[in-house]
């Protein structure tokens, strides 16, 4: 089994940051994938970045692209989101969620029924 839990949510100011944190436990061996999605009222889950663990490349939504960073520590089991020049339109529940070993297609890293464990989720709230 995996555990995550997610910290760092809060409110903000448009053109702000903030930066998210995922805490990995358990059995992280298994760990492949290390992505963050989120999910603003009335929408879809949507996957916002991803990283793959043991050779730390990246995939990010273009709706996020170079404003938001994703970062891992392997050594502390830790998963980052840095947000910078954040907007209103970012303003949804973040998760961080994480996928069991074996490849995915590139262009599958944002489905998230791909990935095995979740966490409850912070919040991040960006106002005008």
């Known amino acids: 089994q995996v555990q995550l839990a997610e910290s760092g949510g809060g409110s903000v100011q448009s053109g702000g940051s903030l930066r998210l944190s995922c805490a990995v436990s358990?059995?992280?061996?298994?760990?492949?994938?290390r992505a963050w999605f989120r999910q603003a009222p009335g929408k879809e889950r949507e996957g916002i970045a991803s990283?793959?663990?043991?050779?730390?490349?990246?995939y990010y939504a273009d709706s996020v692209k170079g404003r938001f960073t994703i970062s891992q520590d392997t050594v502390k089991g830790t998963v980052y989101l840095q947000m910078d020049r954040l907007k209103t339109e970012d303003t949804a529940m973040y998760y961080c969620a994480v996928k069991r070993l074996g490849r995915m297609a590139s262009n599958n890293w944002n489905r998230a029924n791909l990935y095995h464990y979740w966490g409850r989720g912070t919040q991040v709230t960006v106002s005008s």
């Open positions: 990283i793959i663990t043991d050779n730390s490349n990246t």
């Open positions: 358990g059995s992280t061996y298994v760990v492949n994938y």
